[in-house]
Nanobody, 123 residues
Framework: QVQLVESGGGLVQAGGSLSVSCAASGRTSSSITMGWFRQTPGKEREFVAAITWGSVNTRYSDSVKGRFTISRDNAKNTVILQMNRLKSEDTAVYYC????????????????WGQGTQVTVSS
């Protein structure tokens, strides 16, 4: 079992920056992948970014590439999503997820999920 708790998020103006964090506990290991997804009402959960816990490989969706950065803090078992140059279309609930495999972009590949944190970008 892996427990995930998101923090951060909130309200920011378009063009601004915000970060969300995900603290992992339980059966974390160097083989897991941590991902961020987001969801808006009536839409499917959308892949944002992922990072491998051990080798620090990353993957981003085209919509956030160059604006968002995913990183990890091993000492704190935390994954951070730094979001810059935010747009109104980035408004969503952001979810942290953990997968035992590689840099997957599909939600079903992730076994564990956090409760989500709201990010709202005002235009």
């Amino acid at each position: 079992q892996v427990q995930l708790v998101e923090s951060g998020g909130g309200l920011v103006q378009a063009g601004g920056s915000l970060s969300v964090s995900c603290a992992a506990s339980g059966r974390t290991s160097s083989s897991i992948t941590m991902g961020w997804f987001r969801q808006t009402p009536g839409k499917e959960r959308e892949f944002v970014a992922a990072i491998t816990w051990g080798s620090v490989n990353t993957r981003y969706s085209d919509s956030v590439k160059g604006r968002f950065t995913i990183s990890r803090d091993n000492a704190k078992n935390t994954v951070i999503l730094q979001m810059n140059r935010l747009k109104s279309e980035d408004t969503a609930v952001y979810y942290c997820a953990a997968s035992p495999g590689g840099l997957y972009y599909l939600a079903p590949a992730y076994d564990y999920w956090g409760q989500g944190t709201q990010v709202t970008v005002s235009s």
